[in-house]
Structure formats: structure tokens, C-alpha cells
């Protein structure tokens, strides 16, 4: 099930920062975090949790994908979650850690969401961290990383993971909290050993230079992520019916 960011939780300043008094309304959730209060969309949560418990249920576990639709963006979603411009974005929007305000809100909507499902008959205990995330482009985008002329340049891959790391570091600590056995996952496309740009023969000027091999992403995490003291991520299930002959996954 997509849980989308940008519906679920409410900025506490606006773009400039000025206070924004939430606690008045009576169509919020409160929820504790750190020693602030942080408020959530009521109607939203309501309807997820009616999807969630309709399938605990049934005994079907359930997966939240953590995403922010660049489509249903409004300016009450908190302005340091964003890299940039939502306007800039293709799909959805990274979530933005590299600020201690914006961890503030990750955490807060990690550890809320793991609060509020961590209870026999509406559980969840995977979260996908964004969705489709070798095509950053995309599903991801940090920057458009643009030269001087107007071309795209591919962002560095350090650049990107590091940026992705923190999260799913913070993602699998705030849900931990409340839940030992849940874990965070990476969602990845089916490609493997090629990035986007070359397993499609993109030429030219294009945003898809920003992608990368999903095989990379994952040597990534293994090398710097077990260095720096490794917890039980795991990798998303992400199958296509159709398209797997062009994504030359032999290739190495």
C-alpha cells in the first residue's frame, strides 16, 4: 500500500519558517515525537487504516511505500522534507535529511506510522523507502544537476546513496523503536547490472543520465552502510510483466 507523505503529515512553519499553530484543528492527528507534537491528515490515516486492517484480517501482510506524490503536493507539507521545487520533480519526491529539521519530520512520520501499526489486526512491519530508486530521475530526484549550457549531468553515485542511506538509517531506527521485527526495504527496478540511461541506449541530453545500476546500489549499502555498523535492511520484490528483455540483466 502507498503511503503518501505529502497527504499523511502537516508542516509546524511554513516555507519561511513562521510558527504554524496546528493544535486547533480538529481534522489532525497529534502524535509525540522527540518532545514535539507533530500533526497528521485524520481522513488520510482513517482510510489507510481501513485498507490495512481489511488485509491483516485476512492474514495478508502488509508493505507501506513511503513516497511523496510531486502531483498532490501542497504547501502544508514541511518544506525541509524537499531537495527542490516539486515542480522540478517527475513522479515523487526524495525525502530530505541532510538538515536536522528535515530528520525531524522523517522521524516523526517513521515512528508514527510504526506506533500506529504495530498492533494485532492492522499491522505493517516492511517499509519500502521510496519507490523505484536506481530511477532517480523519476522516482527520486535530488537535483536536475544541470551545467552551465543547460545539459543534465549525472549525479555522482556517492552523492545519491548518501543521501538515500541516511534515510533508510533513520527509517530503520524510528521503526525498530516500536516493532524489533520490522524492517526497511530498498525498492529497485529490473534492471541490475546497468543504469537506466544505458540499458535503454539513451543518447543525448536527457534527465535519465540521473540513474544508476541497481547492482551498484546495492554494493553500495553492503561496502559503506556494514562499515558503519550494519542493520537488517532488506530488498523490495519489484516484478514486471513485461519489459524484462530490455533491461539486458546479463549484462556485467
Known amino acids: 500500500i502507498n503511503m503518501d507523505l505529502c497527504t499523511l503529515i502537516l508542516a509546524n512553519e511554513d516555507e519561511n519558517g513562521n510558527p504554524i499553530d496546528n493544535s486547533q484543528r480538529s481534522d489532525v492527528i497529534e502524535f509525540e515525537c522527540n518532545g514535539e507534537i507533530f500533526y497528521f491528515d485524520a481522513a488520510y490515516v ?3 487504516d481501513n485498507y490495512i486492517a481489511s488485509y491483516s484480517r485476512h492474514g495478508i501482510n502488509v508493505t507501506l ?3 511523496a506524490w510531486a502531483k498532490t503536493y501542497e504547501k ?6 524537499l531537495y527542490l521545487d516539486p515542480a522540478e520533480n517527475r513522479q515523487t519526491m526524495a525525502f530530505n535529511t541532510s538538515t536536522q529539521r528535515g530528520r525531524e519530520y522523517w522521524v516523526a512520520a517513521m515512528e508514527f506510522m510504526a506506533n500506529r501499526y504495530s498492533r494485532p489486526g492492522c499491522l505493517v512491519d516492511k517499509f519500502i523507502v521510496n519507490n523505484e530508486i536506481d530511477y532517480t530521475y523519476d522516482w527520486s530526484l535530488l537535483q536536475p544537476n544541470k551545467d552551465a549550457n543547460g545539459k543534465y549531468q549525472r549525479v555522482e553515485i556517492n552523492t545519491f546513496m548518501e543521501e538515500f542511506a541516511r534515510s533508510l538509517r533513520l527509517a530503520n531506527m524510528a521503526v525498530k523503536k ?13 534492471n541490475w547490472a546497468m543504469n537506466c540511461y544505458d540499458s535503454y541506449r539513451n543518447t543525448g541530453n536527457t534527465i535519465r543520465l540521473n540513474s544508476y545500476a541497481p547492482r551498484d546500489i546495492l554494493d553500495w549499502l553492503l561496502k559503506y552502510e556494514k562499515a558503519r555498523g550494519d542493520y537488517n535492511w532488506g530488498l523490495a520484490v519489484h516484478p514486471y510483466p513485461i519489459g524484462t528483455t530490455s533491461s539486458r540483466p546479463t549484462v556485467t
Open 46 to 48: 482513517q482510510a489507510q
Open 65 to 67: 511505500v513511503l513516497i
Open 76 to 81: 502544508s507539507y514541511p518544506a525541509p522534507l
Open 178 to 190: 516500536y516493532n524489533s521485527e520490522a524492517k526497511v526495504l530498498v525498492s529497485l527496478t529490473h
